[in-house]
């Protein structure tokens, strides 16, 4: 029997085909977010918002990742925005590979900001660098605010946490200043902005969020 | 259930490893897997299985190497009175910062493998 050294990160060959998609953002001058929540916590919605909101002014574009089904990218296709569905036929993440591939087989041309919708789940995503800038992750109210204590790993991972659905808050018994304090428990400086895509709430805030990062992506040279 | 892209990854890794070295067959790989990276060992284990299942590495072992993080107040010292997994920026005695260090390990250690010339030599 031979022993051999081998000292290699598990996703390094991840790392590498994220790295490559960084360069290629860097060069388009595009600001790439990785959107992380659960199913159903109103990543597309907060999309069709934003795509309102600033659609008009921006080139924004899209990958969304699903285990099955076109219905994200077609949401947001019907607002006027590229889109490419990758679907995963049932694996629970996005990896870099695929969103390289996904970038090969479908221009989505030269863009201001690329949102990439990970496939609804709060823990595997984690682990996956996109090549993105940021990650935000998402908690719709009616989930319940132990959540950033029970999936602490997105949570110390996103630089942003946006709660959704705030205009259900009458409704349910979610604790908004709980939420406040996990996350700042466990990503100290990081953001935290409370919207509903129904009433608007929240929404311009986001924007300007936005705004600020792919400011600083560009003002900091290419 | 990422547990079974990650075996796939390390057997992908431990596959080429072997195969620059000449042919062999893979006895064990171990892995360290840090408190943070969001893994289950179990799991992978599991994973780890079904991957090599069929294969000429079926009987090819995982070994988990568990990393807790290590948490640090600058008041306090380690922070060690806390649940498995229950990690957090903040001291839970005073309430300042705390340092987290390590505990995102996810790497293949090493691997043993048989060449077949020695199985052929037997």
């Known amino acids: ?39 159903g916590s109103g990543k597309t919605t907060l999309l069709e918002a934003t795509v309102r909101a600033l659609g008009g002014r921006w080139r924004l ?58 496939v609804g789940n709060l823990v595997c995503p984690t682990s996956y660098d996109l090549g993105e800038d940021f990650k935000i992750a998402l908690l719709s109210v009616t989930e319940g605010e132990d959540k950033p204590f029970k999936y602490p790993s997105i949570f110390a991972k996103a630089a942003v946490t946006v709660v959704t659905k705030a205009d259900l808050m009458p409704y349910v018994s979610f604790k908004l200043d709980e939420v406040r304090a996990q996350v700042t428990a466990l990503r100290p400086g990081g953001t935290l902005l409370v919207t509903s895509a129904t009433t608007g709430q929240g929404i311009a805030e986001w924007c300007a969020l936005l705004e600020q990062r792919l400011a600083e992506k560009r003002g900091g040279g290419s | 259930m990422h547990e079974l892209s ?52 079926a009987a090819a072992r995982l070994e988990v190497e568990w990393h807790p993080a290590r948490q640090t107040c600058a008041t ?40 077949d010339e020695e199985e052929t030599a037997k």
Not at chain 2, 12 to 40: F, K, N, Q
Request: proline share 5%; hydrophobic share 45%; aromatic share 4%.
């Open chain 1, 1 to 39: 029997m031979t022993q051999v050294d081998v000292r290699q990160r598990i996703l390094a060959d991840n790392a590498v085909a994220a790295a490559t998609l960084r360069a290629r953002f860097a060069a388009a001058r595009t600001l790439v977010v990785n959107l992380i929540s659960s199913p």
């Open chain 1, 61 to 118: 574009g899209a990958i969304e990742g699903d285990i099955a089904t076109d219905r994200d990218a077609d949401r947001l296709r019907a607002l006027g925005i590229p889109a490419h569905q990758i679907l995963t036929g049932g694996s629970c993440h996005l990896d870099a590979r695929q969103v390289g591939r996904a970038l090969e087989e479908h221009d989505l041309g030269p863009l201001d900001v690329l949102f990439i919708e990970n």
């Open chain 2, 6 to 57: 990650l075996a796939t990854e390390i057997y992908r890794t431990c596959r080429a490893t072997i195969d620059a070295r000449g042919p062999g067959r893979l006895d064990s790989a171990r892995v360290a897997i840090g408190e943070l990276a969001a893994v289950e060992p179990e799991l992978l284990v599991y994973a780890w299985e079904a991957v090599v299942s069929g294969g000429r590495d």
């Open chain 2, 76 to 115: 306090c010292g380690e922070v060690k009175e806390r649940a498995p997994g229950n990690w957090l920026r903040i001291c839970p005695a005073c309430g300042g910062p705390v340092q987290v260090a390590g505990g995102d390990e996810l790497d293949v250690i090493d691997l043993s493998y048989t060449p």
